[in-house]
């Protein structure tokens, strides 16, 4: 502007000086005064002359102004000129325009917008949260949630929503698939409806070999842990309690959900360590044994603790080795020199003894309950028919010297023996009855260590071995294949020294005390109920 004001000015200064022509002189009027060629007029032409050069002068003037207005803006301008702090941008007009008089407008093309459904109301809403007032800078895990770094407490209402703008903001996958169909979903509902298939798909049915699904639960005791070594740990027939018992004498009941498992029950017993604790198959007992020559019999409806003061006719300074048949009718305990001893689950006394030719170690019943397996020292396997109480079959457990633990799956068609040196061989129990030879169908040489536990799950389709020499040495066998599941345990699996295990009775749980007094809960997710 400064510039077209100069130039202007200079045009304007020259032009005075210029003579106009006649014909400029009609249309513009210039101020001769003190022009020095005005001289040689009249007096009476420069009275009329500069009279009306007077009068044009003005008009002159203000014509001058209204361009100036008009060009420039303000002529005030022209006075700060040079000053460029006085100086104030000012809106310009338009230099070109179109003149589209006439015309009419022709309408814009609008995008089409998707309409998108509004998001669904929230299924509840507490009240309370209203009220709440939430210091989000206490905390380090909170101070994301800050819009600004000084913002310190917020409303409940406020803490909600930005938990909810946190969760999309790290989100990193879509969440299409959570999106409903109403169609869709009506017609699997139909056909859901019409089925009588398992609502629970993907679970149950035969077990794949080689890779077993197992997720770590909370801990089956972590409400009270025992003081010493568990030595036992069963569930209950229903499979809602577990019992846990040990050397610090305690008997504990716990409710096994794998979310809380909160404790039940406790029953201290104060003259004897427990080396043996078995629900009865109705699950109104806990009959617990150890190295004394009396046990314990713990009614759970009643909650009494009931003493049986010592083994009528016998002589033996420990019961802490024992069995209850699945039938509910017998209890069996080891006793002195080869001695398997057979009592009334009823009246918890004495009915017969069984005897072998060398120390008996290990005893297992069959599925069915009429027949019971016994061996141990000279790795002899003797099989004994309850009803008459004799012998029906004896065989050598084939490359064992001392036959440490016995097992019979559910399906009462295996039998596993174990040995001090870790060797598992599986026999047939349609093979067994009636002949001094048995070969068995599998060996299975995976533990190294002597073998102190073995157990089939429900379906036995899966079979657990363990030892409590060396660390985390529990094994689980797929039974169809007899094969070990090599992905689960591994060197990583906190299992320490294992002491005993057990299957839930739907076989979702599998639950495995230690040394440490823990004892820890895994789910099976193969199948559907725990």
């Known amino acids: 502007k400064a510039v077209s004001l100069l130039v202007f000015v200079s045009w304007a200064i020259n032009y005075q ?135 310190e407490v917020i409303s409940g209402t406020q803490y909600s929503e930005r938990l909810r703008q946190q969760h999309k903001k790290m989100q990193h996958q879509s969440t299409a698939w959570a999106e409903i169909n109403s169609t869709d979903a009506a017609a699997e509902s139909d056909d859901l409806l019409r089925s009588t298939a398992e609502l629970v798909g993907g679970r149950g049915g035969r077990l794949a070999k080689g890779t077993l699904e197992v997720v770590r639960m909370k801990d089956a005791n972590f409400a009270e842990r025992c003081n010493a070594v568990v030595q036992s740990v069963q569930f209950h ?31 201290f017993l104060p003259d004897m360590p427990i080396y043996s604790a078995h629900f009865t198959p109705d699950g109104s007992e806990v009959i617990m044994t150890g190295r004394r020559k009396f046990f314990y019999v713990y009614n759970i409806a009643a909650g009494k603790v009931e003493r049986v003061q010592s083994i009528i006719g016998r002589e033996e300074k420990s019961t802490e080795t024992s069995f209850v048949s699945p039938d509910g009718r017998h209890i069996v305990v080891l006793g002195n020199d080869g001695y398997v001893i057979l009592l009334s689950a009823k009246t918890k006394q004495w009915i017969a003894n069984m005897k072998m030719n060398r120390a008996a170690r290990s005893a297992a019943f069959s599925a069915d309950g009429r027949y019971l397996y016994s061996s141990g020292a000279g790795g002899e396997v003797y099989q004994w028919d309850l009803g008459t109480r004799r012998c029906v079959s004896r065989f050598a457990d084939e490359g064992s010297r001392f036959t440490s633990c016995l097992s019979t799956s559910a399906d009462g068609k295996y039998l596993t023996a174990g040995s001090e040196m870790g060797i598992v061989n599986v026999y047939e129990t349609q093979s067994i009855s009636g002949t001094k030879r048995v070969t068995p169908i599998k060996t299975l040489e995976q533990i190294t260590t002597k073998l102190e536990q ?74 559907a109920r725990a």
């Open 237 to 267: 027939p229903n499979g809602q309690l577990m019992m846990t018992a040990g050397f610090d004498k305690t008997l504990r009941l716990f409710q096994v959900d794998g979310t809380l498992n909160a404790k039940v029950q406790s029953v």
């Open 17 to 151: 000086q210029m003579e106009p022509s006649t014909e400029d002189s009609k249309l513009f009027v210039i101020d001769t005064l003190g022009d020095p060629t005005a001289k040689s007029r009249g007096k009476k032409g420069k009275k009329a002359q500069g009279k009306k050069g007077s009068q044009l002068t003005e008009a002159e003037l203000e014509e001058e102004s209204r361009l100036q207005q008009a060009l420039f803006g303000n002529a005030s301008a022209l006075d700060s000129f040079g000053d460029e702090a006085k100086l104030a941008p000012k809106a310009e007009p338009d230099l070109f325009f179109e003149d589209r008089a006439g015309e009419q407008p022709k309408p814009k093309k609008r995008k089409k917008q998707r309409q998108e459904a509004p998001p669904p109301a929230a299924a509840w809403h507490d009240e309370d949260d209203d009220g709440l007032n939430i210091n989000i800078a206490y905390l380090s895990r909170l101070r994301k949630l800050r819009t600004t770094e000084k913002e």
């Open 454 to 527: 073995m157990h089939f799950n429900s379906d036995s389709q899966i079979m657990g071995m363990s030892s409590s020499v060396p660390d985390d040495c529990l094994r689980l066998v797929h039974v169809p294949s007899f094969t070990v599941f090599g992905n689960w345990p591994t060197s990583r699996t906190p299992l320490s020294h294992v002491s005993c295990f057990d299957f839930s009775p739907n076989s979702g749980f599998v639950a495995v005390g230690n040394d440490r007094g823990k004892v820890l809960l895994y789910r099976l997710n193969h199948y």
